[in-house]
């Protein structure tokens, strides 16, 4: 049974510590994309983070063209400063994803989480205090992308600490739709901040378009910017009080024989994550925690109930000499292999369309190329809103109400290789499309990112590392995609320029067809717990430790 004596059992006995969203092993029968309340409640807490991440990472593509009116009288950004600006939130993302997903392993979730929420509320409040008015334009650019680079690190931050969190207490058979649903909130992220920018320039139309206050723009996107606080302050309180799981904290129990091997300090792992019930309060109400049973738990074919034996444990945070131990082992280290390099080939082409939107405006007729000022503001809007709602948001929940059913490698591969069709399309008959089809092929396009490697790249790493080193884990693999979208915001236009659209969109398509390659190092995750694979890899050793001091 497990041990349950950290939790909040209902034993008439009044809780010492806060228990919201424990664990979330019950297992309701329901299909696994159907939700239950604490379901929905960690769904709040740990979605917000991705909302936050898509609208303030793709935010930036209007707010560049108010900056062009508010600053160079209509004319583009210098390149060097548009692609600072662009990339910065990447380039602090790289930053946060190593620092919070080592911290994480290595301190815990609860002392950890929500501080990289902090740091976006702090670095959004100082992004709104750029003196357009007071600084050159040129030196405006440069302390916006300052901020945004803290920005990214808190935002970074938050993708391997929402997938630890999220995966340290969801329930086995629906881990990859809880990750899934966290991670859909990235495409209302972006829906809602395109959905914001009409509604404020709405506002505006008469002070800038009947009255001329051009210089009334720099009020547009300082509340454009500023309204991503106020879900950031809503669920602040949440993360900073949200315990630590149980999950998590039986998984720091388990290590490397250090000493004598011969030595029994706990039962039979199998007992300690065999089936076991409990009462536990939730905010005031009861809920049945139901561990699913080893005997329905999907681990490696190789692994028999002999491995899950009497492991050696002793209580210690996981830190970096462990983290060396275990990645240096081949059938390890190809998993972090996997999903890093299939995570930067992907954000190599998603970020490099996505963060340069201004293309396929202009090839749908949304790129404000005529009319007043504030007219082709709103068009670039617009369009952002018909790119967002065609195959954003549609794309993530094909993902949420298939992920386990099909699993996430078929999902992965068939999504890189059908984006890779529609780059090859797009690239191919670049000039030729006609405006109807460009667009149908283009929502195609973004369909198959998010109903594909856009989403099981996140959830991937939250799945398939054990629990002790899947922060620091999630965290790498995170970093080597927003190395590939810097690649990308930077590349971009020179690439362009020098070599023409299409040329970049076939290496786009060369990427996705090398990121199908790469996912068969990974192995299909679906009811695939890793800590029992962990459990049994120690107690190979352990074993084999015994069997060269017997000889």
């Keep these: 049974m497990m041990d349950t004596s950290h939790l909040d059992v209902d034993k008439n006995a009044k809780p010492d510590r806060p228990t919201l969203l424990e664990e979330l092993e019950k297992d309701d029968g329901k299909r696994a994309f159907v939700l239950n309340w604490p379901e929905v409640k960690l769904l709040g807490i740990a979605g917000v983070g991705f909302f936050l991440d898509a609208y303030d990472l793709f935010i930036i593509n209007p707010v560049s063209t108010m900056l062009q009116y508010r600053l160079y009288n209509g004319e583009h950004l210098p390149p060097h400063l548009e692609g600072f600006v662009k990339a910065g939130a990447n380039i602090g993302s790289v930053i946060g994803q190593f620092a919070f997903g080592y911290a994480a392993d290595a301190l815990g979730r609860k002392k950890?989480?929500?501080?990289?929420?902090?740091?976006?509320?702090?670095?959004?409040?100082?992004?709104?205090?750029?003196?357009?008015g007071q600084l050159s334009p040129d030196n405006s650019l440069i302390y916006l992308g300052v901020f945004r680079i803290i920005l990214g690190i808190g935002v970074g931050g938050d993708y391997p600490m929402s997938a630890s969190v999220t995966s340290d207490r969801a329930n086995l058979r629906k881990r990859g739709t809880m990750l899934s649903y966290i991670f859909s909130m990235q495409g209302w992220g972006s829906f809602v901040g395109s959905v914001a920018t009409i509604v404020v320039l709405a506002i505006y139309r008469n002070a800038i378009e009947r009255d001329g206050q051009l210089s009334k723009v720099d009020g547009v996107w300082r509340i454009v910017v500023g309204i991503s606080l106020i879900p950031a302050f809503g669920t602040l309180y949440q993360r900073l009080?949200?315990?630590?799981?149980?999950?998590?904290?039986?998984?720091?129990k388990l290590t490397r024989q250090q000493d004598d091997p011969e030595k029994d300090t706990l039962p039979k792992i199998k007992e300690k994550l065999d089936s076991s019930?409990?009462?536990i309060k939730v905010d005031g109400g009861e809920t049945k925690i139901t561990e699913t049973p080893v005997s329905e738990r999907s681990v490696d074919d190789n692994i028999s109930d002999d491995a899950l034996e009497p492991a050696v444990v002793v209580k210690q945070k996981a830190h970096f000499k462990d983290f060396y131990l275990h990645f240096r082992k081949w059938k390890n280290m190809k998993l972090l292999i996997g999903t890093s390099v299939c995570w930067f080939l992907l954000d190599v082409a998603f970020y490099g369309i996505n963060l340069n939107q201004n293309v396929v405006l202009q090839q749908i007729g949304f790129d404000g190329a005529t009319g007043t000022p504030w007219n082709k503001m709103f068009?670039?809007?617009?369009?952002?809103?018909i790119i967002t709602a065609l195959g954003f948001v549609p794309g993530y929940y094909a993902t949420v109400l298939t992920i386990e059913t099909l699993g996430r490698k078929w999902i992965q591969v068939q999504g890189f290789l059908l984006t890779a069709l529609f780059l090859a399309i797009l690239a191919g008959l670049f000039e030729s499309l006609s405006k109807v089809q460009f667009i149908v092929c283009f929502a195609f396009l973004q369909f198959f990112f998010n109903f594909g490697a856009n989403?099981?790249?996140?959830?991937?790493?939250?799945?398939?590392?054990?629990?002790r080193f899947r922060a620091f884990a999630h965290g790498i693999s995170a970093a080597s995609g927003k190395a590939g979208a810097i690649v990308s915001a930077l590349?971009?236009?020179t690439l362009s320029k020098k070599l023409g659209t299409p040329a970049v969109l076939w290496i786009f398509f060369g990427c996705n067809i090398a990121g199908a390659a790469f996912?068969?190092?990974?192995?299909?995750?679906?009811?695939?717990?890793?800590?029992?694979?962990l459990a049994a890899e120690l107690e190979e050793e352990r074993k084999?430790?015994?069997?060269g001091n017997t000889n």
Excluded: H, W
């Design 112 to 132: 950890v989480y929500g501080k990289e929420l902090m740091l976006i509320i702090i670095a959004t409040i100082l992004t709104l205090t750029t003196p357009t």
């Design 241 to 252: 009080t949200l315990p630590e799981s149980v999950r998590f904290e039986e998984s720091q």
């Design 277 to 279: 019930e409990d009462i």
């Design 379 to 385: 068009r670039v809007s617009i369009g952002n809103l």
């Design 455 to 467: 989403t099981t790249t996140y959830c991937y790493p939250a799945e398939v590392f054990p629990t």
């Design 491 to 493: 590349a971009f236009n």
């Design 519 to 533: 996912t068969f190092l990974l192995p299909e995750v679906k009811g695939r717990d890793p800590d029992l694979v």
């Design 544 to 547: 084999a430790k015994l069997a």
